[in-house]
């Protein structure tokens, strides 16, 4: 946190005799706690959210973008997939998400494309018939990535559609 601008401006309001009213003088209560701990107003308001996402650290691994949020934030790690969902219980409305997009459209560099046929993640449904898949440890592989089962056409769906996209 850089309180600058108050080591130049108060010797300035005192010699012109102006009276200060600082702004958010506890850093929106970041000063105000331990800095692991969260808020209400964290959790809750737009303005403080944006200002912790601007503390966000964003790098690469592998497919995933890896977004670290700080210790203020809890859960402080989290990966997004190219397919704009996170690996937390919030999926595509963890704001992870919308610091990927943000990311990007500032012209960030992109998570490489995965080969043909590999999974990183499960898919979100069935790229055949549109039911909800499973994750399924049997099916998954250093190939293939991650394996799913349709609850429609079970692991049969995951072959087919993994073979249509497999370089011939």
């Known amino acids: 946190i850089y ?7 108060l010797p300035l309001c005192v010699e012109e005799k102006i009276a200060l009213t600082p702004y958010s003088p506890l850093a929106s ?3 105000a ?3 692991a701990e969260s808020s209400r107003r964290l959790e809750t308001d737009p303005v403080a959210l944006q200002m912790a996402l601007a503390e ?9 973008y890896a977004i670290d ?3 203020g934030v809890r859960p402080q790690h989290h990966r997004v ?15 992870a998400v919308d610091v990927v997009r943000a990311y990007l459209a500032a012209g960030g560099e992109r998570a490489p494309e995965p080969p043909p046929g590999y999974y990183p993640v499960i898919p979100a449904k069935c790229p ?3 039911a909800k898949v499973t994750f ?4 998954s592989s250093k190939y293939r990535g991650a394996g799913w089962r349709c609850e429609v056409g079970g692991s049969a769906h995951y072959r087919a559609f993994s073979d249509t996209r497999l370089p011939r």
């Open 136 to 139: 399924d440890v049997k099916l």
């Open 33 to 35: 706690r331990e800095t």
């Open 29 to 31: 209560g970041r000063l």
């Open 56 to 64: 966000v650290d964003i790098s690469i691994i592998g497919y995933f």
């Open 81 to 95: 997939g190219k397919n704009a969902i996170c690996t937390c219980y919030l999926g595509e409305l963890c704001p």
């Open 128 to 130: 055949i018939c549109r």
């Open 69 to 71: 949020f700080g210790p």
């Open 3 to 9: 309180r600058e601008d108050e080591r130049e401006l």
